[in-house]
């Protein structure tokens, strides 16, 4: 494993890779203008950036899932929740086949992405290789001394093994990942690395399908076994002290690793950890940071710290800390956000008063929040990949953000005054 806090060669394709997961960030269309867009649009990116990361192939999907299709609506306006493909490649300029699974982080516009998994974390599920077969009960204890993830993981867990190709009521040829990585990875002998990578959700993600991927490897690999490797970033924890201990175990004793980043000023891998939720109010709060500080930063972390309850939630021991740097903000988008927060300043008196000095101060909160967990982990001393992200930004749509979308903003106020105690 690479522990010297500077990405590798690798594990930055392996980003660039994972981050092209996101193409349909920020877009509402059709089931088929989305799933068409991430067609066309990962590949060629892909072309534009091999100079960068080195010449991948998509070898399947990609697949999307949108919560609120409707097969009797085609042409319903909707978002993409999860999204996931898969590349062939080479690395290292050896000869051997790697295969990534490229997982998507939350779609900044969708509801179900936020709500139903990201923040889903005040109850777990108990961990097993059978996880996805045994039904889960809704308020049942899970012991804390045995290894369990967040309901929300569990449900993107499901999501990328059992909905993916999504029904749309048609007949399909589409195989399901584990159904393809059989035919095609599985029996394998010039395959020496199966990766799965994902940012932000899918950061969560990563280790926890990497680790199904292990437990069930009868389901796919019945040939020479082939490792399993996680390489996340930026994702909040999935489960508790006990299966961070387990899935490092697990990808270690089988010849893979676990090679996470993360960036120190961003907020989302604070998620759910109670000692860093606790450092949220003041990441920003030295000069050279913005010296940013507002009250709801505190409730915010306040209320995450409630979510989070007793479940023990603990980062992998294999998470490695890198540091951005300050990003300064549009200045239009900072006054349009201004402006927005007043149109709800409703909502924002359910956390604090919305004085003027805090409304503005939690713009800048906001944005540098946004900058931190995106486009920093492209500065030198992250991943170090600027070169990379001028040559793909150009294929992504970003006409959308959720700070603009009141109806979501409003859901996410609601929900933090909830956990406020």
């Known amino acids: 494993m690479n522990d010297s806090n500077t990405p590798n060669t690798k594990e930055k394709a392996i980003f660039g890779l994972n981050w092209l997961a996101n193409i349909n960030a920020g877009i509402k269309d059709s089931y088929d203008n989305l799933l068409a867009n991430a067609q066309k649009q990962i590949p060629a990116a892909l072309q534009a950036a091999n100079s960068e990361i080195g010449t991948w192939e998509v070898v399947w999907g990609p697949m999307i899932y949108c919560s609120d299709y409707e097969p009797r609506d085609p ?116 395959a020496t690395e199966l990766a799965v990578a994902g940012h932000s959700l899918a950061g969560t993600l990563t280790p926890v399908l990497g680790l199904w991927l292990i437990e ?56 759910w950890e109670i000692g860093m939720l606790k450092n949220v109010p003041d990441l920003y709060k030295s000069s050279d940071m913005g010296g940013i500080q507002t009250c709801y930063a505190q409730k915010i972390a306040e209320a995450a710290i409630n979510m989070a309850g007793n479940n023990d939630y603990s980062r992998f021991s294999t998470d490695q800390e890198l540091s951005g740097s300050f990003i300064a903000w549009d200045k239009d988008v900072y006054k349009g956000l201004i402006a927005f927060l007043g149109l709800n300043s409703y909502y924002l008196s359910k956390l604090c008063f919305p004085y003027p000095d805090q409304v503005s101060n939690f713009a800048e909160f906001l944005l540098e929040v946004g900058a931190q967990h995106t486009t920093a982990y492209f500065q030198p001393g992250v991943m170090d990949m600027e ?35």
């Open 75 to 190: 042409n319903k306006k909707i978002v993409t929740d999860n999204l996931m493909y898969v590349a062939k490649g080479k690395v290292d300029n050896t000869g051997d086949d790697m295969y990534v699974i490229a997982l998507s982080g939350t779609n900044p516009v969708s509801v179900y992405g936020w709500f139903s998994e990201d923040f889903n974390v005040n109850e777990m599920v108990p961990w097993s290789a059978d996880i996805l077969n045994n039904y889960f009960k809704p308020g049942a204890t899970q012991s804390s001394s045995s290894p369990g993830i967040s309901v929300g993981t569990y449900y993107g867990l499901d999501v990328l093994i059992n909905r993916m190709p999504q029904s749309t009521g048609l007949p399909s040829e589409e195989q399901d990942l584990v159904s393809w990585l059989k035919t095609n990875v599985g029996s394998q002998s010039t």
């Open 216 to 271: 069930n490897r009868s389901l796919w690999n019945r040939g020479a076994q082939i490792p399993v490797s996680g390489y996340p970033t930026a994702g909040a924890t999935p489960g508790n002290s006990n299966f961070a201990t387990h899935t490092v175990s697990a990808y270690a004793n089988q010849g893979g690793e676990l090679a996470g980043f993360f960036n120190k000023y961003d907020m989302i891998p604070c998620g």
């Open 387 to 421: 070169s990379f992200h001028d040559a793909v930004k150009g294929y992504f749509d970003n006409s959308l953000h959720f700070l603009m979308d009141e109806e979501l903003f409003i859901d996410f106020i609601n929900t933090i005054a909830k956990w406020l105690k």
